[in-house]
T-cell receptor
Framework: DVKVTQSSRYLVKRTGEKVFLECVQD?????MFWYRQDPGLGLRLIYF???????EKGDIPEGYSVSREKKERFSLILESASTNQTSMYLC?????????????FGPGTRLTVL | SQELEQSPQSLIVQEGKNLTINCTSS?????LYWYKQKYGEGLIFLMM?????EEKSHEKITAKLDEKKQQSSLHITASQPSHAGIYLC???????????????FGTGTLLAVQP
C-alpha cells in the first residue's frame, strides 16, 4: 500500500512566521503535489514536483515555495505566514505523470495562522 | 479552463437507501477519479475511470463514465453510516501542455447517512 505521511496534523502559527510543512512518501513515486483545501473552493494545486529538485507552479503558488531534495520528501514553505493561508494542506504523490497514475493523498495538515 | 461541477452539494439519506452523486465537466475528461474524504482527513482513492462507457464497482459503490467522457456518476447501494463523508471527483484536464498529471477537483458532495 502507498503511504503518504505529513509531519503534523494540526499546526498553529503566528503571522509573519516561517512555516515548513513536510510530506514523505514510501513508494518511490516520482511526482509529488501540494494542495490546499478551503470551504467552497475545493482543492487547489499550489506546487508540484516531477523529480528531485524539479518543481512547477500550480494554480495558486503566491506566498509559497517548495523544496524537493530527496525523492521521497516534498516540503511546502510559507516564507511569511499570513492569516489568509489558514487552510487544510494536503500532500499527494503519484508514480509518474501519466493521467492514469493515481494520486495518493496524505492525512492533511490543518494550519491556523493567528 | 475546465471546471468540474458536482451535484448535489449535500445529501442526507436513511441507512439502506440508494443514492447517486454526479460530476459534470465542460470538456472531455481524461482519467476521472473518485475520492472519499472523512471530515478533517485526507482523500482516500476509490476508483478511476478512463474509457467512455466504463463502469467500475467496489463493494457497494459503482462509478460510471458516460460515452462522451464528460459526466460521471457515483452510485451507492444500500447506504451505511460508514459511507458518510465528502465525495470528490477529480480529473486531469490535459489542457496545459504539461507532462505531468495535474488534477482539478469538484467542490465535493457531503453525504450523511442516518441510522
Amino acid at each position: 500500500d502507498v503511504k503518504v505521511t505529513q509531519s503534523s496534523r494540526y499546526l498553529v502559527k503566528r503571522t509573519g512566521e516561517k512555516v515548513f510543512l513536510e510530506c514523505v512518501q514510501d513508494m518511490d513515486h516520482e511526482n509529488m503535489f501540494w494542495y490546499r483545501q478551503d470551504p467552497g473552493l475545493g482543492l487547489r494545486l499550489i506546487y508540484f514536483s516531477y523529480d528531485v529538485k524539479m518543481k512547477e507552479k500550480g494554480d495558486i503558488p503566491e506566498g509559497y515555495s517548495v523544496s524537493r531534495e530527496k525523492k521521497e520528501r516534498f516540503s511546502l514553505i510559507l516564507e511569511s505566514a499570513s492569516t489568509n493561508q489558514t487552510s487544510m494542506y494536503l500532500c499527494a504523490s503519484s508514480l509518474q505523470g501519466r493521467w492514469t497514475d493515481t494520486q495518493y493523498f496524505g492525512p492533511g495538515t490543518r494550519l491556523t495562522v493567528l | 479552463s475546465q471546471e468540474l461541477e458536482q451535484s448535489p452539494q449535500s445529501l442526507i439519506v436513511q441507512e439502506g437507501k440508494n443514492l447517486t452523486i454526479n460530476c459534470t465537466s465542460s470538456k472531455t475528461l481524461y482519467g476521472l477519479y473518485w475520492y472519499k474524504q472523512k471530515y478533517g482527513e485526507g482523500l482516500i482513492f476509490l476508483m478511476m475511470l478512463q474509457k467512455g462507457g466504463e463502469e467500475k464497482s467496489h463493494e457497494k459503490i459503482t462509478a460510471k463514465l458516460d460515452e462522451k467522457k464528460q459526466q460521471s456518476s457515483l452510485h451507492i447501494t444500500a447506504s451505511q453510516p460508514s459511507h458518510a463523508g465528502i465525495y470528490l471527483c477529480g480529473a486531469d484536464p490535459r489542457d496545459y501542455g504539461g507532462a505531468t498529471n495535474k488534477l482539478i477537483f469538484g467542490t465535493g458532495t457531503l453525504l450523511a447517512v442516518q441510522p
